[in-house]
């Protein structure tokens, strides 16, 4: 997108220079797998008082589990850590470096969402929820449907949340695996492929029933749109050769009608001899004459049907590049989003799988009641630059983008007999959900 004038153009780069200028937050908020950016980039060009704006580049991104983000023209950089003013200085530093350019575009990052935080312990929802700014210990309980009451600490409650757990671990491994075969699909479509298969790291689940499932539906949604593309295209192509052919008969067409005109002249040319010697009439010469003019129009209008032809052939070759250009970018837009749910469905598992380990070791303390009201007691854990970090909170203390907020009810009056009767339970049943990497 291009804008002119120069008051917009200065009113612009102060707008851009006071967003990369104030820090992401009071704290100089740091980025993180799951968290998701805005990212604006426009580049002033005096040479014609206009601001540009780099449209492909301009768009909402996740960072991934890797810590890593993908741009276009950019490539990929390391986002872990780092705050959106130091981003957006990546990012302005490697544009100018991959482009050429002699100076480095205003580049903007703006976190548009947040990564989730967790709840766990002994809530009526443990999970991941949206992050919202200023969000308190508190909140994040009643977020998560606050503590669980008397009667919701029993073994079978434990159970059920158990075995919807499996049951959450089993849908998204089939999200994940369906993805996953979307994405070699894609792939495939991207190289030109006349066929395509799951990668081998996939081999292992060809077993199951969602994995078949998967792979018949995106084999035909494969043929589908193969089909359609060779479609349009062989029309393209068969159209050039009809108009190539056109092309060679006008030609043939232009030679004779060369041909035709030089025997007229050559008889023109007698004629008028005859003429000057009185031994032919004028009105035959006119006639020859006229009948030349004719030729020579008629010779024209063969011309200009030529370069109609070539102008044919010309649209017809644009209309194979863009077809060919849209098809490539569409798919890289689909599998860029395939990408970015895969991460997500892959933190989801994760994090399913880390909520059902808790419930199973919270088995003994769920079985000790007491009349007297239990005492919450409330735990962060969360990432630091060395690693990591789990520390006691109160009702007021303010949780970041990624915390895991622990709920634990403690009962003042300890009863060993309960301890007694949690010892001799059986064990909570295993988690049975399959694993995404093995």
Not at 73 to 97: F, H, M, P, W, Y
Not at 114 to 120: A, G, N, S
Not at 231 to 253: C, F, M, P, W, Y
């Amino acid at each position: 997108m291009h804008t002119h004038s120069p008051f917009l153009r200065g009113f612009f780069v102060a707008a851009v220079a006071l967003v990369v200028a104030c820090p992401a937050s009071a704290d100089e908020y740091r980025l993180a797998p799951q968290d998701k950016i805005r990212v604006k980039a426009f580049e002033w060009r005096p040479s014609r008082d206009e601001i540009y704006e780099w449209e492909s580049l301009n768009d909402e991104y996740n960072v991934g589990p890797s810590g890593t983000v993908m741009l276009p023209l950019v490539g990929q950089l390391e986002a872990d850590g780092t705050t959106t003013n130091e981003l957006s200085a990546r990012i302005s530093e490697q544009l100018k470096r991959n482009l050429g350019l002699k100076s480095q575009p205003d580049v903007s990052v703006e976190i548009i969402q947040y990564r989730p935080f967790y709840v766990t312990g002994q809530v009526m929802k443990s999970g991941d929820y949206p992050y919202r700014p200023g969000l308190t210990v508190l909140q994040a309980v009643a977020i998560a449907g606050g503590v669980l009451q008397s009667r919701d600490l029993g073994p079978l409650r434990l159970e059920r949340e158990m075995i919807t757990s499996e049951g959450d671990l089993r849908l998204q491994f089939v999200e994940w695996l369906t993805l996953s075969i979307r994405r070699s699909r894609l792939e495939a479509e991207l190289s030109g492929s006349k066929t395509f298969q799951p990668p081998t790291t996939l081999e292992r689940y060809r077993s199951d029933s969602a994995f078949t499932t998967a792979l018949r539906q995106e084999q035909a949604i494969f043929s589908a749109r193969r089909e359609a593309f060779d479609t349009q295209t062989a029309a393209l192509v068969q159209l050039r050769a009809h108009v190539e052919k056109e092309i060679d008969s006008l030609k043939e067409q232009l030679v004779l009608e060369d041909k035709q005109i030089s025997l007229i002249k050559r008889e023109l040319q007698t004629l008028i001899t005859l003429v000057d010697k009185g031994l032919a009439v004028t009105s035959r010469q006119l006639a020859m004459e006229r009948s030349v003019a004719q030729s020579e129009s008629d010779k024209i209008k063969l011309s200009v049907s030529l370069m109609k032809g070539f102008q044919e052939i010309s649209r017809t070759e644009i209309g194979l590049l863009e077809l060919r250009n849209k098809r490539a970018g569409d798919v890289t837009t689909e599998l860029r989003e395939v990408q970015g749910k895969i991460d997500t469905v892959t933190a989801k598992y994760a994090t399913t799988q880390r909520l059902l380990s808790e419930s199973e070791l919270s088995a003994p303390l769920l079985l000790q009641r007491s009349r007297t009201r239990p005492v919450q007691n409330y735990t962060i854990t969360r990432r630091t630059p060395s690693g990591g970090e789990t520390v006691p909170a109160i009702d007021t203390d303010i949780l970041l983008p990624g915390d895991t907020l622990t709920v634990e009810l403690k009962l003042p009056d300890y009863n060993p007999q309960l301890r007694h009767e949690a010892a001799i339970l059986p064990p909570a049943a295993e988690a049975s959900g399959p694993t995404l990497a093995r």
